[in-house]
């Protein structure tokens, strides 16, 4: 089940201290309504009521998805807590075919249920979103140009289409704005052939940080 404690908040704007109900784990089998609450993000939201500022809390959280045997551990300070990963991994062993990921922001912990429950893979999503930036890249006028489009965080925010037509839409952050580019569905079962071809492309047993930084290490 879900386990929820009272937190104090500051707003970033009157400084007004507010008693906030966190999740210290999240069960979407205890309410189905909270996954959608995740993946839009306003679970994590909350309105100063001194001066209206809606502000992000951020706390660790770990997210479970019985249903789609998903867990994603949000830890802000990367501070991975042994003995209770231990036995996390022993339950979910026990349990069979568990994916395990960590993150350490909340807008990384949406990425993960929003693409899981479209059925797709994250590492697979890593490697288009590393082919999408290496073809803007090859299109740069420069190097530098080139080395910020590489640097470039994209993340994953809807399918769109069906069929054949379907397509990925990613969202990126430019100049104070959100942006978004799409790719073909076709991108996805490329990468997905690569991998296949690849079997050492893969996270290892437990929590893993599967993001740009983590599928670089394997093109170094």
């Known amino acids: ?22 999740y210290k784990s999240i069960n979407t089998s205890d309410d189905p309504s909270i996954k959608e609450k995740v993946k839009d993000g306003s679970l994590f939201l909350w309105k100063c009521p001194s001066c209206g500022q809606a502000n992000l809390a951020k706390y660790d959280t770990l997210y479970h998805d019985p249903e789609k045997k998903l867990m994603v551990w949000l830890l802000t300070d990367e501070n991975i807590q042994e003995t209770q990963m231990h036995s996390i991994l022993l339950h979910t062993k026990a349990i069979g075919n568990y994916t395990l990921r960590r993150v350490t922001d909340t807008g990384s912990l949406m990425e993960k249920v929003i693409l899981f ?3 797709l893979d994250d590492v697979t999503v890593e490697l288009c979103k590393y082919v999408l930036r290496m073809e803007l890249a090859a299109k740069a006028t420069n190097g530098e140009e080139a080395k910020k489009i590489m640097q470039m965080h994209l993340s994953f925010f809807r399918m769109d289409g069906t069929g054949d037509s379907r397509s990925m839409n990613f969202i990126y952050p430019e100049d104070g704005q959100m942006k978004n580019i799409s790719i ?3 991108v996805y ?9 690849n079997p050492g492309i893969k996270p290892s047993e437990g929590f893993e940080k599967v993001d740009s930084e983590w599928l670089s290490g394997f093109f170094r």
């Open 117 to 119: 429950d479209c059925g």
């Open 189 to 197: 079962e490329d990468c997905c052939g690569i991998l296949s071809r």
């Open 184 to 186: 073909g569905f076709n």
């Open 1 to 22: 089940m879900s386990i929820k404690s009272e937190s104090i908040a500051t707003c970033s704007r009157c400084g007004n201290r507010t008693s906030l109900t966190i």
